[in-house]
């Protein structure tokens, strides 16, 4: 669903065309606003990618450009949940109502949400069940 920032530099494709030179992502130019019209996308999806501390801003954004009733996806690591019951509460809050899910496997949780609207309070308005764990990876 998002792009590469306007920024950002095309890596050559085709083997033996040099160096990729990557810069450092000015805290400024984070954007996540994707350039897409209001109410113009059936779906959208969050797949292990619900990692940064910004999370409330990425749903708004998904919430913005799903058509009224579009599904909204995500697939994220279940140990990142400190409480499921308080995330699904948060994303009611943000427009969006459980059309399914998955909590039966022991590494991943899968959602289906709907949208039903803008989201439902202000953007201060503390969301606690947003705060997701950082990935932990077992040492093997």
């Known amino acids: 669903m998002f792009e590469e920032p306007e920024w ?3 890596a050559p494709v085709a083997a033996g065309l040099g160096p990729v030179i990557s810069r450092p992502q000015p805290a400024a130019a984070l954007q996540n606003r ?17 990692m940064g501390t910004n999370i409330r801003d990425f ?9 009224p009733g579009g599904l909204l996806k995500v697939a ?17 809050k943000l427009g969006f ?3 399914s899910k ?3 496997n022991s590494h991943f949780f899968l959602f289906d949400f709907q949208k039903t609207g803008p989201p439902q ?20």
């Open 97 to 99: 109502k459980i059309v």
């Open 8 to 10: 950002a530099e095309a």
């Open 121 to 140: 309070v202000g953007p201060k308005a503390q969301l606690s069940g947003l705060k997701l764990h950082p990935c932990l990876y077992k040492h093997r």
């Open 102 to 104: 998955d909590l039966t």
């Open 34 to 50: 994707v350039p897409l019209e209001d109410e113009s996308v059936d779906v959208a999806v969050f797949c292990l990618s619900l």
């Open 76 to 92: 994220e690591v279940s140990s990142r949940f400190e409480d499921v019951w308080t995330f699904l509460r948060a994303m009611t």
């Open 59 to 67: 749903l708004e954004e998904a919430n913005r450009v799903l058509k």
